[in-house]
């Protein structure tokens, strides 16, 4: 959720392997970059009109909103999906500019990495659920989501403590850091760069390795909204809250069905990383819980440009339909 500009992670965490992952991701520069890579070589069956996961630098994506509309127009799509983390900041500005190109619909979403404490299968202890269609002024997701900034805000002044104590003190190489007033930014990948900076790491990665990831003892646990209240927000909000990039959900059905009691209602199943056999057990999935189908490519843009992760994406036009049914949308 919480990286800078140069966008080397959303989630942060490490997760399991998922099905379609490439060595290739290995090479990446954080260990939660994983999450948003992509299976080199996938052929998807036809061109996605439907993008519902994306990122622009209002969280830790690289393009400015008007740019990744722009960019996501050029390839076709037709209904796109802005899903910044704790922020619909992005969503606003692009609606103030009104510079959505024609023939393009935004909906405007959220992504929320939520805590959860009790199953030892969560990697890092977090899920992230997707808001697809919410109001942006709704005052009630606005407070969910600054307390969810407040509380990384928290997470990241206490990292940086722990390193003062393990003695390695990061207060002046953050300053060497270009300057953030973006609390999007505060994120284990800048304390990381910190790190890198001061000698202790060589890398992102190596730093995550040696010090920030679960285990490690700089670590420190994610504070913040449960699912419930995550759920709970998005729903009231008017959204569909949809459980993204969650490939597990097939072997852990228990707790898929107690988020369905919480109130999620939607299910990524057409990921960029996914092939096409994991789409399949998803599909499942949401078809015997009755969760509304959606998919993404999860573009932060730090990797490729938008034109290049869409031709990995396979999103069919029906998602679209049962996006619009579910949000109550007659078109
Ligand atoms: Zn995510
Ligand atoms: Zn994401």
Redesign the pocket.
């Known amino acids: 959720m919480s990286d800078d500009a140069a966008g080397a992670t959303?989630?942060e965490s490490s997760e399991p392997r998922r099905a379609g992952e490439t060595e290739a991701v290995t090479a990446n520069r954080s260990p939660s970059a994983k999450?948003?890579a992509s299976r080199a070589g996938f052929v998807p069956p036809a061109p996605a009109t439907v993008d519902l996961?994306t990122?622009t630098l209002r969280s830790d994506g690289i393009l400015t909103p008007t740019e990744l509309v722009e960019a996501v127009a050029a390839t076709g799509v037709t209904l796109l999906a802005i899903?910044d983390?704790d922020t619909l900041a992005g969503v606003r500005e692009l609606r103030a500019s009104g510079a959505t190109p024609a023939g393009l619909e935004i909906l405007p979403g959220i992504?929320i990495n939520t805590v959860v404490h009790d199953r030892d299968h969560i990697a890092e202890g977090e899920v992230?659920v997707?808001g697809l269609g919410v109001d942006p002024d709704d005052d009630a997701l606005e407070a969910a989501l600054s307390s969810q900034r407040d509380a990384r805000r928290t997470r990241f002044e206490k990292m940086v403590t722990k390193l003062r104590e393990l003695g390695m003190p990061i207060d002046g190489a953050l300053e060497q850091l270009p300057p953030t007033t973006d609390e999007d930014a505060l994120g284990r990948p800048r304390i990381a760069r910190a790190l890198i900076l001061t000698g202790n790491a060589e890398s992102v990665e190596d730093a995550f390795n040696r010090h920030l990831s679960r285990g490690r003892p700089a670590y420190v646990p994610r504070e913040g909204l449960g699912p419930r209240e995550a759920i709970g927000a998005i729903r009231a909000a008017g959204g569909i809250a949809s459980l993204?990039?969650y490939s597990e959900a097939p072997a852990y059905m228990p707790f898929m069905r107690s988020l369905v009691d919480l109130g999620l209602n939607g299910l990524e199943v057409h990921y960029r990383a996914y092939d096409l056999s994991t789409v399949r057990l998803m599909q499942k999935v949401a078809a015997d819980l009755r969760l509304v189908p959606t998919g993404g490519s999860?573009y932060?843009g730090d990797r490729e440009t938008y034109a290049e992760a869409h031709a990995q994406l396979w999103n069919p036009p029906d998602v679209a339909g049962g996006v619009r049914a579910a949000l109550g949308v007659s078109v």
């Open positions: 959303a989630g999450r948003h996961h990122h899903t983390h992504e992230h997707l993204a990039h999860d932060h």
